[in-house]
């Protein structure tokens, strides 16, 4: 059996104002999920992650988390 490659992703974690957790991947486009925990969130975010890779026909980009920065306009 053939083991398939591993990736790596840096998540962004946010609440919504109805209290749901939010995970999106920069390097998915599209690539997000919700909910209530954030254990359910990284349980849905790893399932949203493998279903965006099995469609994805090209790697991902590859990116490197590098911060947050609040901006007030």
Same mark, same amino acid.
């Given at each position: 059996m053939r083991k398939s490659k591993q990736h790596e992703f840096s998540v962004v974690v946010e609440r919504d104002e109805d209290g749901y957790y939010v995970a999106? *991947?920069?390097a998915l486009p599209g690539c997000h999920?919700?909910?209530r925990s954030l254990?359910? @969130?990284l %349980?849905?975010?790893k399932e949203a992650i493998a279903l965006c @890779? %099995?469609?994805e026909e090209t790697e991902p980009t590859?990116? %490197?988390f590098v911060g947050v920065q609040r *901006?007030? *306009?």
């Open positions: 999106s *991947v920069p999920t919700q909910a254990d359910k @969130l %349980e849905r975010i @890779l %099995e469609m590859t990116t %490197e *901006v007030t *306009v």
